[in-house]
Every structure is written in structure tokens, then in C-alpha cells.
């Protein structure tokens, strides 16, 4: 008699409608108007970190190349570290209007926050020594809720002269209001600590996937990491 086939684990999307609505209808949680104010002089985290990317020929970015490759990845959110971040959307939702779960994981605690897609860029830029470069990326901001408060930004860049491609993070945050004491502390020791872990690890990924993409002629990310099952775990950014 054959044997029953085991059903597949949904996708975390699903799993978490009831929080994704929820957290649809949250608010950023520090004041857009005032981010000329948030410097490291008046007591922000400005955070910059860059890899380089497999480079390409010069002129526009190749098709099923290095900067295509590193757009896919992001709008997939599949770079974050997996033991450390998970990031749950609902997959046909425009990009720009993303709410995204982000469920933590650090040592036996889970946590759950909102982060909201606040811009998408997609231009040419002209940089200081004249060349130009073709750029493409997203932030996201914390909503209400979020043990910090701020934006990171990933995005790809592409020099139209050299070929040159790297992916870019910068963010500024600091840390927001957290009622429980234990809480409280437990991201004061090692909140830091894993700001820069969820960057550098992020960087080495998604430049392992591009990589992966290239040699394998790949035009989309590993289904392990497009479809990540309800078993899948993390950490927040910023």
C-alpha cells in the first residue's frame, strides 16, 4: 500500500496573514520630516557597507548579468542571513507599497516587527569623477512596534564606464522605546553586535547568490530561498 504524501508546509506569507494586515495599518514610527536631523552628531547610527560584485562589460547593465542578478535578489529579499532574519511579504504585492514581517530569533527568543517599503529608486547617476552609474534598490522603514526606529537602504550600482557593480547598505536608526526591562537590555548589550552581523552576512549572501546565478544561468533565486517554509528563522536589522 502506498505510503500517504506528506503536505507541504504553507508559506510563512499565509502563516502570518493576521500579522501582515495587522501591520499594514501601522504607522512609521520616527517623523519623516526631520531626517536631514538624524546625523550621528545628534545621537543616530549611520551605518555604510558595500561588496563587490562580479563585474560586467561597460555600458548598460547585461541582461541575466551581475546588477540583474543583485535586483532579483533584493526584490526578493532572500540575502538576510537565515539564521538570523526572516523577512515575510505577500509575494504579488507591488513592491513599493510592501509591509513586510521581519520575525527575530536571538538565543531562545522570537520576535516579531513591521518594516514598510518607504521608496524605490531606479536611476542614473553622475558621479564625482564625471563617469555615470545605473542604480536600482529599496528602503524599508520600522513601524510602530520596532525596538528601533529608522531606514536601511540596499541598493545595486553599476558603473557605465568600467563595469564595475557593487551592492550598498545605508541606514541610520536608534534605538526606540522597549517597555519590557529585559528587553531593554538584552538589545542594549547586543543590539549593535547584530546590526553589523545582519550587514556583513548580507553582504557575503547576496554576492554568493549572484555569484550562484551567474554560474548556474539562473534568472531567479533558489526556490529554498524564494518559498521559505514555515520553519525558516531570524533576527531584525537597523
Known amino acids: 500500500m502506498p505510503k500517504p504524501t506528506a503536505t507541504p508546509a504553507p508559506p510563512l506569507w499565509e502563516v502570518q496573514r493576521a500579522r501582515l494586515e495587522s501591520f499594514s495599518k501601522a504607522q512609521v514610527n520616527f517623523d519623516l520630516e526631520r531626517t536631514a536631523e538624524y546625523t550621528a552628531e545628534n545621537g543616530w547610527r549611520i551605518d555604510d557597507y558595500e561588496i563587490e560584485l562580479p563585474g560586467e ?10 546588477w540583474q542578478a543583485g535586483q532579483t535578489i533584493l526584490r526578493n529579499y532572500t540575502f538576510p542571513p537565515s539564521d538570523l532574519i526572516t523577512g515575510i511579504f505577500v509575494p504579488d504585492a507591488p513592491l513599493e507599497n510592501r509591509t513586510m514581517v521581519l520575525r527575530g530569533r536571538f538565543l531562545f527568543f522570537t520576535f516579531w516587527f513591521g518594516v514598510r517599503i518607504g521608496g524605490v529608486t531606479d536611476e542614473t547617476r553622475t558621479l564625482p569623477d564625471g563617469t555615470q552609474e545605473q ?4 528602503n524599508y522603514r520600522t513601524l510602530e512596534g520596532h525596538f528601533e526606529r529608522g531606514q536601511i537602504e540596499f541598493t545595486i550600482h553599476k558603473n557605465l564606464t568600467t563595469g564595475r557593480v557593487i551592492f550598498h547598505i545605508h541606514a541610520f536608526s536608534q534605538v526606540g522605546r522597549i ?14 553586535m547584530l546590526q553589523r552581523r545582519f550587514s556583513h552576512q548580507s553582504l557575503k549572501r ?14 531567479t533565486v533558489r526556490a529554498s530561498d524564494a518559498a521559505q517554509s ?3 528563522g531570524a533576527l531584525p536589522p537597523q
Open 57 to 66: 562589460p561597460p555600458g548598460p547593465p547585461q541582461e541575466h548579468g551581475s
Open 135 to 138: 542604480v536600482w534598490g529599496y
Open 179 to 192: 517597555r519590557n526591562p529585559f528587553y531593554w537590555l538584552g538589545f542594549k548589550l547586543f543590539g549593535r
Open 206 to 219: 547576496l554576492r554568493e547568490q549572484v555569484v550562484e546565478m551567474l554560474e548556474t544561468g539562473s534568472t
Open 230 to 232: 514555515v520553519s525558516a
